[in-house]
């Protein structure tokens, strides 16, 4: 192999390892895409979970689950329904580990 194609081949390589090392998102990688919905049907919640700020998300997030196989939808963290859920699992998780 001649010194100029060892060269290229190098440059490649250094390239390729500096490029891993830099972050693809600067928000993270979040479940939710957008604002999310103002409100949903309280009948067709299923289930709520709350994602807090972290490493991956630097967003609160608030995921319901929707009865009947219908999907999830994210809720708008801001919006008065999410801010109830909220306050009402945090609610519930404080009694649970009252209760230990």
Request: aromatic share 4%; hydrophobic share 45%; net charge positive.
């Amino acid at each position: 192999m001649s010194v100029k194609g060892m060269v290229i081949a190098l440059a490649v390589i250094v390239c390729a390892t500096t490029v891993q090392g830099f972050p693809m998102f600067k928000g993270g990688r979040c479940l939710c895409i957008g604002p999310g919905v103002k409100a949903v049907k309280v009948a067709d919640i299923e289930k709520a979970t709350i994602i807090y700020p972290s490493n991956n998300c630097d967003k609160i997030e608030v995921i319901i689950t929707l009865k009947a196989h219908k999907g999830q939808r994210c809720l708008n963290p801001k919006s008065k329904q999410a801010s109830i859920i909220i306050k009402k699992i945090e609610r519930m998780n404080f009694l649970k580990y009252q209760n230990v």
